[in-house]
Structure formats: C-alpha cells, structure tokens
C-alpha cells in the first residue's frame, strides 16, 4: 500500500516558520518529482512547489518564491518544505504528491499531473 504521510504542521506566529515532511512508504519514488501544494479556508487547492528527482531542480509558486524551499532526500523516501517569514495568508493544509510520470516535471503545478496525494497536515499562522 503506498502512502504519503505529512508532518510537522502547526501553529505558528507571523514572521516565524516551519518545516514539513512528507515520508513515502510502499515504493520508491526516487524516480519521480514531488510536489507540494495547499488548499486554504474556502479557497481552491494551489500549487506551492515542486521537485525534479534528483532534487536538482526546483519550482515555485511566485508568493513563495524566497520564502519557502523544497528538498528531498531519496534514502530516506522523503521531501520536506521548509516554510520562513510565514503570513497569514500561509494558513492552509499543505498535501504533498508524487509526479505520475517517472522522470518528468513538465506539468509540475497542476494537480492532475500527481498521482499519489498525502493526507495533509494544518499550517496556522496567527497575525
């Protein structure tokens, strides 16, 4: 059974920030690009980042551009998103998703492209 299992949100004040992590289980998916993406209160799902691989390429929505920064580490099955100089606006649950199509990115910030979605973790920030 694969799964996808988010952590390390909270709440947290403005200004400060958080790291998340997302942990795969039931295969590898060191050939895939991951991505996060977040859904805020009556707000539609948006993409936030993406990352090829090998972790040698990374995208980002322009809001989190510099203020946010995705990694992985593929011995470890997992990507993380460390979140700085968090807003208000911030406040979402954030899913991450494995790329359906091994060694492709092309389609990164739509959510169609992912096949594989976390049950997602709550982010708060408090103004």
């Known amino acids: 059974q694969v799964q996808l299992v988010e952590s390390g949100g909270g709440l947290v004040q403005a200004g400060g920030s958080l790291r998340l992590s997302c942990v795969a289980s039931g295969r590898t998916f060191s050939r895939n690009a991951m991505g996060w993406f977040r859904q805020g209160p009556g707000k539609e799902r948006e993409f936030v980042a993406a990352?090829?691989?090998?972790?040698?390429?990374?995208y980002y929505a322009d809001s989190m551009k510099g203020r946010f920064t995705i990694s992985r580490d593929n011995a470890k099955n997992t990507v993380y998103l460390q979140m700085n100089s968090l807003k208000h606006e911030d406040t979402a649950v954030y899913y991450c998703a494995a790329y359906s199509a091994a060694y492709s990115i092309s389609y990164y910030n739509t959510g169609a492209s992912y096949d594989y979605w976390g049950q997602g973790t709550q982010v708060t920030v408090s103004s």
């Open positions: 990352i090829t691989w090998s972790g040698g390429s990374a």
